[in-house]
């Protein structure tokens, strides 16, 4: 897509937006190495199934592991149609409400695969009391979809709703907590269990 537009392109072009919606711009060449990155995104998530220690669960969520290779190189090619719209057509797209769009989507789609996972070291919410729990993953997976998923939805209607910068603020706060809630959660669980099997 970049080497096709690349004539076309300007020879500065956008590569940072702040939450002011100022631009950064760059040199056009830097963005080979960006549109490399999901050509290296791509070919690297199935090496990691065949790395990891647990390899062996991978072909028991081998769809849910395969979407979620679609769903993340998805989100890159559109991070990177974004830019080259942004260098043809400056102003045409609001990026930050784009972007907050995007990351809502994928958090949705994620949130529905989530569950699924089985236990390994690279997918998922990898919390160290999840990984050595069967019972503490399952119910921490379950969970962070769910917080995945109604959290993408909450940043999915912000975007037509909040101005950007309190948009870009609320995003972040999302994230911290879709991270934060499981986390301490996966903690308390596994000591459950832990306590359960001591009595």
Same mark, same amino acid.
Request: hydrophobic residues 50%; glycine residues 8%; proline residues 6%.
């Given at each position: 897509?970049?080497?096709?537009?690349?004539?076309?392109?300007?020879?500065?072009?956008?590569?940072? $937006?702040?939450?002011?919606?100022? %631009? *950064?711009? +760059?040199?056009?060449?830097?963005?080979?190495p960006l549109a490399g990155l999901?050509?290296?995104?791509?070919?690297?998530?199935?090496?990691?199934?065949?790395?990891?220690?647990?390899?062996?669960?991978? #072909?028991?969520?081998?769809?849910?592991?395969?979407? *979620?290779?679609?769903?993340?190189?998805?989100?890159?090619?559109?991070?990177?149609?974004? *830019?080259?719209?942004?260098?043809?057509?400056?102003?045409?797209?609001? %990026?930050?409400? %784009?972007?907050?769009?995007? %990351?809502?989507?994928?958090?949705?789609?994620?949130?529905?695969?989530?569950?699924?996972?089985?236990?390994?070291?690279?997918?998922?919410?990898?919390?160290? $009391?999840?990984?050595?729990?069967?019972?503490?993953w399952n119910k921490t997976q379950?969970? +962070? +979809?769910?917080?995945?998923?109604?959290?993408?939805?909450?940043?999915?209607?912000?975007?037509?709703?909040?101005?950007e910068k309190q948009l870009f603020? +609320?995003?972040?706060?999302?994230?911290?907590?879709?991270?934060?809630?499981? *986390?301490?959660?996966?903690?308390?669980?596994?000591?459950?269990?832990?306590?359960? #099997?001591?009595?």
């Amino acid at each position: 897509m970049v080497a096709v537009l690349y004539p076309k392109l300007p020879e500065m072009v956008p590569v940072h $937006w702040d939450l002011d919606g100022g %631009v *950064t711009y +760059g040199e056009k060449i830097k963005l080979f190495p960006l549109a490399g990155l999901s050509l290296v995104f791509g070919i690297f998530m199935p090496f990691l199934a065949k790395i990891d220690p647990r390899k062996q669960n991978y #072909e028991r969520f081998a769809d849910a592991y395969f979407g *979620t290779r679609i769903i993340l190189l998805v989100f890159m090619i559109v991070m990177m149609s974004i *830019t080259l719209t942004e260098s043809l057509y400056p102003g045409f797209l609001q %990026v930050g409400r %784009v972007v907050c769009a995007m %990351v809502a989507v994928m958090f949705i789609l994620l949130g529905n695969l989530m569950p699924k996972f089985k236990s390994n070291f690279f997918t998922g919410m990898k919390t160290p $009391w999840a990984l050595s729990n069967e019972n503490v993953w399952n119910k921490t997976q379950r969970l +962070g +979809g769910r917080l995945f998923f109604f959290g993408g939805l909450v940043i999915l209607i912000s975007c037509f709703m909040v101005p950007e910068k309190q948009l870009f603020w +609320g995003t972040m706060g999302i994230m911290l907590l879709i991270c934060l809630i499981p *986390t301490v959660m996966s903690y308390l669980w596994y000591q459950q269990e832990a306590h359960g #099997e001591e009595k």
